[in-house]
């Protein structure tokens, strides 16, 4: 977003020539519709009281219109809430660990958005400034984040052409907008499809779960991806997911809830008291709630989780 509102911010004049209102009007909605949800991301994050209000008022309607099964869900959400409350607590006790997630998520975005420069410069092309066509990418991002798939495929190469037509020439803008594309989306799926079985080990230890990790894999799409699967991206397709999902950076929330669970506990020595305990607290945290069959599994692994 921080990148989105700096392109709005500094290069306002220069958008304001080149693109038609259509494209400012998908550009700016986008931004408004990434603010809302970075918005209520913080405020359900920090605020428990403005969360415990919004979730009673919800239950008080779902109840006076007599919708018991989304009542009886309203109530699991409500209790990955408080494991997302008490997890955002103990990330930001670690100050270091939160500038550096963010230093790493700024590189990352800077990589991705620089990725239209590198390719214009493929063709031979000279001339734009790299900080234009970041800010361009900026824009394609801002344009396409609240359309819901698979509508937004098209979406992003649509708004790339409208965005880009003014640095590519018209015989090499087409090569430019698939090459750009292959980079961006279809190479980061079949890069990671090998993958797909991330989570398990051979003897059916298992790390993670949809359900009960829900809040953790959404927002490790929004931080890695800028993906809002509860909003534009829900209908994100399962090979897609999956791909996506294996691709996930370690400074994610559900990767590094993932090294938690399957990190060995050490043997116990003079020097590693105080590690053993914060494993342990966090293990303990971050527990999965195995069915019967699943706790028999681990149990045979000799892996106390608990």
């Known amino acids: 977003m921080a990148y989105s509102a700096a ?65 009886d869900k309203l109530g699991g959400f409500e209790r990955q809430l408080e494991s997302f409350h008490d997890c955002n607590k103990e990330l930001y006790k670690n100050r270091r660990l939160v500038v550096t997630a963010y230093v790493c998520t700024a590189v990352q975005l800077t990589a991705i958005f620089i990725i239209p420069y590198c390719v214009y410069r493929s063709f031979n092309l000279s001339g734009a400034p790299v900080s234009d066509m970041i800010c361009s990418q900026a824009f394609v991002t801002m344009a396409t984040c609240f359309i819901p798939l698979p509508g937004a495929a098209g979406a992003a190469e649509i708004s ?78 399962w090979w897609s997911f999956t791909a996506l999902f294996n691709g996930l950076s370690d400074d994610t929330k559900i990767m590094q809830i993932i090294s938690i669970r399957s990190r060995p506990l050490p043997k116990p020595t003079k020097y590693n008291a105080e590690e053993r305990r914060q494993l342990i607290k966090l293990k303990q945290l971050y527990k999965l709630n195995l069915s019967e069959e699943e706790r028999k599994k681990q149990g045979r692994n000799g892996d106390d989780r608990g």
């Open 7 to 71: 392109a709005l911010l500094l290069k306002q004049d220069f958008f304001d020539d080149a693109l038609s209102g259509v494209m400012w009007t998908f550009a700016v909605f986008g931004f408004l519709s990434q603010a809302f949800v970075i918005l209520m991301l913080l405020l359900f994050s920090f605020s428990r009281r403005l969360t415990n209000a919004i979730l009673g008022f919800a239950k008080k309607l779902l109840t006076r219109f007599h919708r018991q099964k989304l009542y």
């Open 160 to 237: 790339f052409w409208g965005f880009f037509s003014m640095y590519f020439t018209p015989e090499t803008l087409k090569s430019g907008v698939l090459v750009w594309r292959i980079i961006t989306y279809y190479l980061v799926i079949l890069c990671t499809a090998p993958f797909s079985r991330l989570g398990k080990k051979a003897g059916g230890e298992k790390y993670f779960d949809f359900n009960q990790d829900a809040w953790a894999v959404y927002s490790s799409f929004m931080q890695c991806y800028h993906l809002d699967l509860l909003g534009a991206d829900k209908n994100l397709h």
